[in-house]
């Protein structure tokens, strides 16, 4: 069963390194993840499992012990997803992080995460909602306890210079959002448009939406710690417990 979530945007300029110069522009989303990691930490989970969008080329699981990298961004930063399980082989694909989940390795050694053992699992951005809230079923069954650490990242079109330059529809998209995800409003999560979301660059919809169909019947309550859109991005940070 879900015992606690923690939900945090996952761009490559949350680690101060990528970001350069403008690091000191995410500190409050940066605080505000660690503190969404101590909720997963103080609720004593038996398996930590990461979600994270990905290109469809990149979906699908991650052992404990993957490492990512961002040399791609020009920086020769490199990281692991957890430690590698005890007599566990690498990833026979061999297989690099995706940028999501290697923002989620920065955050856990940043936290110097050593409460469970550490799992990702990277979903296509296309996932219908139904299979989204599926796979959340399954994966809360994975353990007695399980811990959700979900990477993405609301509407990419808020503003001119956004990645997706300005879409008036963004606002209220990522609004409904993050008032699901500060309220652990499980229906509103199911039912948020993945076509819309596709429209709007939101790739944080799957992974939120299995969130939602893992916390089903958990009893978790939600709390925002952090909302903003820098670079014209809609970031949210929350924890379940």
Same mark, same amino acid.
Request: charged share 20%.
């Given at each position: ?26 500190? #409050?989303?940066? +605080? =505000?993840?660690?503190?969404?990691? *101590?909720?997963?930490? /103080? %609720? !004593?989970? &038996? ?78 951005? #296309?996932?219908? +909602? =139904?299979?989204?809230?599926?796979? *959340?079923?399954?994966? /809360? %069954? !994975?353990? &007695? ?88 991005? *809609?970031?949210?940070? /929350? %924890?379940?417990?």
């Amino acid at each position: 069963m879900l015992a606690a979530a923690a939900v945090c945007p996952c761009p490559p300029l949350l680690v101060p390194e990528v970001a350069a110069g403008a690091a000191p522009e995410l500190d #409050r989303a940066r +605080a =505000a993840c660690l503190d969404a990691l *101590g909720v997963l930490a /103080a %609720a !004593r989970p &038996d398996l930590l499992i990461v979600v994270a969008p990905a290109d469809d080329d990149r979906a699908g699981a991650y052992p404990a012990g993957t490492t990512g990298s961002f040399r791609g961004f020009g920086v020769a930063l490199d990281v692991t997803l957890g430690p590698p399980a005890e007599g566990g082989p690498a990833d026979p694909e061999h297989r690099p992080l995706p940028a999501s989940l290697a923002v989620a390795g920065w955050l856990l050694e940043r936290a110097r995460w050593a409460n469970a053992p550490v799992e990702g699992l990277a979903l296509p951005e #296309r996932l219908s +909602a =139904a299979d989204c809230v599926r796979a *959340g079923q399954e994966t /809360a %069954a !994975r353990a &007695d306890r399980v811990a959700l650490l979900v990477m993405g990242d609301g509407s990419a079109c808020r503003s001119l210079k956004a990645p997706g330059y300005l879409d008036e529809r963004a606002a209220a998209f990522d609004a409904e959002a993050t008032a699901a995800l500060g309220s652990a409003d499980l229906d509103a999560l199911a039912a948020l448009d993945a076509t819309l979301a596709y429209e709007l660059k939101a790739a944080g919809r799957a992974p939120w939406q299995l969130l939602a169909g893992a916390a089903r019947g958990a009893g978790l309550g939600g709390r925002l710690l952090y909302e903003d859109a820098p670079y014209g991005v *809609g970031y949210t940070v /929350a %924890a379940w417990s």
